[in-house]
């Protein structure tokens, strides 16, 4: 079983559109979550954290449930420019110090 | 504040070929991380240095990659010998907190 799954995709919206993203793992030791975004031969970009209340960034929110180790991501009112590859991460303690796993990401393409 | 640099930015080489990939993180960051993207792959870990220590090789492919971060700042990658499935973005991130990563542009190569 992979660390972190994420569906694929593609998805393929129109603007507008409200989209969400699914991401599960395995270790349920870990502490911290992100989501990260990597466009088309860019490298990944810290998109927002991931807490266990819930957060949101303008037309973005991140939930997490601890119990399931489900995480996911919502964009509302989607824009051409959140075209891209949305890649889930999770922070692991592994012999005292943090690593970052990465899903192999969804990616997204808004439509006009 | 400048960013990570990486070079070169692309690389063709033939299969059992060398290669070495540069990267200067973030001034003041202890931590440097060297991942390799496979296309439609998320990022992986290969290895993690603590300012001039090895902290994570685990999926560093020992027989034929290796990376050393001498005095604790800039690091190089080294393949030898190359194979076509090397072919991938080599990205080399850092972070002061080990929380917060700041990823180069990356190196992507092509093998033959």
């Known amino acids: 079983r992979k660390e972190v799954e994420q569906d694929p995709g593609p998805f393929n919206v129109p603007e507008g559109a409200t989209v969400a993203f699914n991401c599960t793992y395995s270790?349920?030791?870990?502490?911290?979550f992100f989501w990260y975004r990597q466009d088309c031969r860019k490298e990944p970009k810290l998109l927002m954290s991931?807490?266990?209340s819930g957060n949101e960034d303008g037309r973005f929110t991140a939930q997490l449930n601890r119990a399931s180790q489900y995480i996911s991501l919502l964009i509302r009112d989607s824009k051409l420019s959140d075209s891209a590859t949305y890649l889930c991460?999770?922070?692991?303690?592994?012999?005292?110090?943090?690593?970052?796993?990465f899903g192999a990401g969804t990616r997204l393409a808004v439509h006009p | 504040e400048a960013g990570v640099a990486q070079s070169p930015r692309y690389k063709i080489i033939e299969k059992r070929q060398s290669v070495a990939f540069w990267c200067n993180p973030i001034?003041?960051?202890?931590?440097l991380y060297w991942y390799q993207q496979i296309l439609g792959q998320g990022p992986k870990l290969l290895i993690q240095?603590?300012?001039?220590?090895?902290?994570?090789d685990s999926q560093l492919p020992k027989d034929r990659f290796s990376a050393e971060r001498l005095k604790g700042v800039d690091s190089t990658l080294k393949i030898q010998p190359a194979k076509l499935e090397d072919s991938a973005v080599y990205l080399c991130?850092?972070?002061?907190?080990?929380?917060?990563?700041?990823f180069g542009s990356g190196t992507r190569l092509t093998v033959v």
């Open positions: 991130a850092s972070s002061l907190d080990s929380f917060s990563y700041t």
């Open positions: 270790n349920s030791a870990s502490q911290s």
């Open positions: 240095f603590q300012n001039n220590g090895v902290v994570d």
């Open positions: 991460v999770v922070n692991e303690i592994s012999g005292g110090y943090n690593k970052l796993i």
């Open positions: 001034s003041g960051h202890a931590t």
């Open positions: 991931v807490y266990s």
